[in-house]
């Protein structure tokens, strides 16, 4: 059996695809469950707990859409940052 972290376009998928997709771990992965803040895991059997992949999507690209611009630096502080690392 192979083992993949895929997210699925639907369906379930099981922490460790989660933890791939949103970029930090498990401790802060359960805090914002916990929080109400991160969709939470389903039950399916005494053994399995997964996360509903199209859920985590959904969770995923609201924050996209809601992070902040971040601004390039200006051409002056660039062009001293690539001097400093040439010299």
């Known amino acids: 059996m192979s083992k993949t972290n895929h997210l699925p376009e ?3 998928a099981r922490e460790p695809a989660v ?11 359960r805090a914002l469950v916990a929080a109400g803040e991160f969709p939470a895991p ?7 707990t997964m996360y509903d992949a199209a859920a ?3 969770w ?4 996209a ?5 971040v601004m390039p630096k200006t051409p002056k502080a660039a062009q001293a940052a690539t001097e400093q690392v040439t010299a």
């Open 65 to 69: 859409a809601n992070a902040p611009i």
């Open 60 to 63: 995923i690209a609201d924050r």
């Open 10 to 12: 639907l369906g379930f």
């Open 56 to 58: 985590v999507r959904a």
């Open 42 to 48: 389903r039950r399916l059997g005494p053994r399995c």
């Open 19 to 29: 933890l791939a997709h949103v970029g930090f771990g498990r401790t802060k992965l």
